[in-house]
């Protein structure tokens, strides 16, 4: 009854100072904190609370769902949308805040893990304050309020590995610098695997059950998968609050993310007032008279130190002094993840008691005063006006490019930003495989197999897995690649470098694996499995299965945003996205006398010639025994950049003209009409269906060009010859009236497909 009693207790006491603080016109997180401590052990003069064992358990349910809230409301695509000037404030207010709390902390004479924590506690602002003072202001569609909100993103994904580096400091109880790296490399390990496993499976197997998902089934479904996250998470060795996190991340690209942050609403509402009610019961007066003096101290700190960081950080971004300022002030404040980093602190044993009133007593000083930081952001700036010299202030009140002067760059900066990338993903998947072996696979097959077999087994399996992911590794065929390629000198050495470090990448990840089986003679088995890999890697069978896996992680990674496209619009996407380009052939190009064969285009840039024109006469789609000559008409079919490259390649100083396909295939029509563009929509009895493109006989039968396809919404323009055709697909081809009247005669497509 001891349970009930206190529940009782905290929902009535919640229930009346709630609605007094809505009256009053204050934060509803500085209610709950007054309920806890009108109901803790420090205020017996009212009803208290006596199962608190039990509240405890339910605050930390109450973490796990409001990050699991959190998780639903982020968004890798989100992430991105932020920009590199949110990213840049946000890494300057965070160590700047550590280290201006660390260091008063210790001013204050503090232990050293204290001083620790408090940094970390200090270091981010609160999004649910923040949003209130600007809907009270009204400023919330003011430009800087976007940079503010941007800024939060990001310090709420840094507040996920702040609390890992945190926990890993605490355990050992020192900063240890390789064990940190060692943590870190494997937390971002495993976020990459859970992130593409998860987008991968995930939206498929919730849309195969989307008919018989009701409200109380996604319910249960939803909190299934947080809590087998968090187990997953604790199994590892990470914190709860990080599986929470990751599992509404990955449901946020669903189509079912609305529904799901809908009806886990109240549930969050429910125990997320039971923590910040926990919060409150810790407080003793006490303490807070005790320690008034780093209260207030800690209070300026975070005021003047979140100003000040965030000004230089949106400074630096790009922005004016004007803009910086007003950042500056709204942030000023310690946010809601403060107290999930106190509570990490007493879970662990690592931080002194008094932490956590103090901290709780500095939001709540913090929250109050953010409303006049914001409405004052406009003297202070008028002072610092006043006081900056001349030159300095115009310098920072500049025009606002900065932002984009950071999205852009030369194309050697573009091909780095992709490189890190595909080299980041691709490796951790390729030592995901190494990991499935060794710690699933090879256990399970040691049951029921031989210990040698099994180990051989293992290695085929982990190998062929590995091999898989080598050809998009390695990136040879990409637009930044060949734009590179094609000016030769040092950007083709730089290119060789880095593919040689890939290449050098794919050798230490294939060595561990074969370690584990051969021990300490299996460096000398290294070039035979090295050659075996490349090999594999060229299989088209292998080459069809990662295509296929690609576009189903593509066409899940964007469910969200492709449902609520509309369908028509959708549909058009392909021939809207692919580009026709027109130039004539002359001798400084010195590609008159060979055949298309010889050139190479479709392979070398993913660009098709569809007509030539010699002297009036027409040739369309020519084969590649086909000769140039000077003076011909060419008309080339791909996406814009590739085109681009093509023409610089040639030395053309001058850019082709060009024009989508769907324009080109419109002036075709209103013209000559002697070639035809539409889809076709492969069903479950197609012969089509099931296979590759190389073997489906379209071109052989039908005398077509394959443009792309599209699945799931999502257009493939130009796909590789491996790529599997699945029922649901839409081919979009090219051809001539030969090609419409026998694809209407073998009823594969309708009268009234031709464009």
């Not at 044993?349 to 007593?361: D, F, R």
């Not at 799931?712 to 081919?731: E, F, M, N, R």
């Amino acid at each position: 009854m001891a349970l009930i009693s206190d529940l009782a207790i905290i929902l009535l006491t919640a229930g009346v100072v709630t609605v007094l603080f809505k009256k009053i016109n204050q934060p509803l997180v500085l209610g709950y904190i007054l309920s806890g401590f009108l109901i803790g052990p420090y205020m017996p003069l009212f009803f208290s609370a006596q199962d608190t064992a039990s509240i405890e358990t339910w605050s930390e349910i109450g973490i796990i769902v409001l990050m699991f809230s959190l998780g639903l409301e982020f968004s890798f695509k989100k992430l991105v949308s932020v920009g590199g000037g949110a990213v840049i404030t946000a890494m300057t207010v965070i160590a700047g805040m550590l280290t201006a709390g660390y260091a008063t902390g210790m001013a204050m004479g503090w232990p050293r893990m204290d001083a620790i924590f408090l940094g970390g506690m200090l270091s981010m602002s609160s999004t649910t304050i923040i949003i209130k003072a600007f809907s009270e202001l009204g400023v919330e569609k003011e430009p800087f309020a976007g940079i503010v909100f941007g800024t939060l993103v990001v310090e709420d994904i840094a507040g996920i590995f702040m609390m890992i580096i945190l926990s890993t400091i605490s355990v050992s109880k020192n900063i240890s610098g390789a064990d940190l790296a060692m943590q870190l490399s494997m937390l971002v390990l495993y976020l990459v695997i859970w992130f593409i496993l998860g987008i991968y499976f995930l939206p498929s197997i919730m849309r195969r059950g989307a008919k018989i998902m009701t409200d109380e089934t996604l319910l249960i479904v939803s909190l299934g998968i947080c809590f087998g996250m968090v187990l997953l998470a604790e199994k590892l060795g990470f914190s709860s609050a990080l599986g929470a996190f990751l599992a509404g991340s990955l449901l946020a690209g669903t189509i079912h993310a609305e529904r799901v942050e809908h009806i886990t609403s109240s549930i969050k509402d429910l125990f997320g007032t039971v923590f910040f009610i926990s919060v409150g019961m810790m407080i003793d007066p006490a303490m807070v008279v005790t320690y008034k003096l780093p209260i207030l101290i800690i209070s300026a700190v975070v005021i003047l130190g979140q100003t000040i960081f965030s000004t230089i950080g949106v400074l630096l971004a790009g922005h004016n002094l004007k803009t910086a300022v007003q950042c500056g002030m709204s942030l000023a404040q310690v946010g809601e993840f403060a107290f999930i980093i106190a509570s990490l602190g007493i879970s662990l044993g690592v931080t002194s008691n008094y932490l956590y009133p103090i901290i709780v007593s500095v939001s709540v000083l913090t929250t109050l005063t953010t409303p006049y930081c914001i409405k004052g952001a406009g003297k202070v700036y008028e002072l610092l006006q006043r006081a900056l010299p001349g030159k300095f202030a115009a310098l920072l009140n500049r025009d606002e490019s900065g932002e984009a002067a950071l999205r852009s760059g030369s194309a050697w900066t573009g091909y780095l930003k992709r490189y890190l990338r595909i080299t980041f993903i691709y490796g951790a998947l390729m030592m995901a495989c190494t990991l499935f072996g060794h710690y699933l696979l090879l256990p399970l097959l040691s049951r029921v197999l031989q210990p040698q077999t099994a180990r051989i087994i293992t290695l085929i399996i982990v190998y062929l897995g590995i091999a898989m992911f080598i050809r998009p590794f390695l990136d040879l065929h990409s637009f930044d690649f060949t734009k590179l390629w094609v000016q030769g000198g040092a950007y083709k050495a730089g290119l060789m470098v880095l593919t040689g470090i890939r290449v050098v990448v794919i050798l230490l990840i294939a060595f561990i694996p074969l370690h584990r089986i051969a021990g300490a003679s299996g460096y000398l088995f290294l070039p035979a499995a090295a050659a075996a890999l490349f090999l594999a890697s060229r299989s088209g069978w292998l080459a069809s299965r990662y295509l296929n896996a690609e576009a189903r992680f593509m066409a899940n990674l964007n469910e969200r945003n492709l449902e609520d496209t509309d369908a028509v619009t959708v549909s058009d996407m392909l021939d809207e996205r692919l580009h026709v380009g027109h130039f004539t052939v002359f001798a400084g190009y010195r590609i008159a006398g060979k055949t298309l064969k010889e050139l190479g285009w479709g392979k070398r840039y993913d660009v098709n010639i569809i007509k030539l024109i010699r002297q009036n006469e027409h040739l369309n789609m020519p084969d590649g025994d086909v000769t140039l000559q000077d003076g011909d008409e060419i008309y080339v079919i791909g996406e814009s950049d590739n085109i681009s490259t093509l023409y610089s390649r040639l030395g053309g100083w001058q850019q082709p003209v060009q024009q989508t396909l769907r324009e080109y295939m419109e002036e075709e029509e209103s013209v000559v009409s002697d070639l035809y563009s539409f889809p076709i929509l492969v069903d479950k009895s197609s012969p089509l269906a099931g296979k590759t493109i190389r073997d489906c006989g379209l071109r052989r039968d039908y005398d077509c060009m394959i443009l792309g396809l599209q699945r799931s919404h999502l257009p493939i323009p130009t796909p590789d010859i491996h790529t599997v055709i699945a029922a649901g697909d839409q081919i979009w081809v090219l051809g001539t009236q030969d090609m419409a009247d026998k694809l209407i005669a073998a009823e594969m497509v309708s009268r009234k497909a031709k464009v």
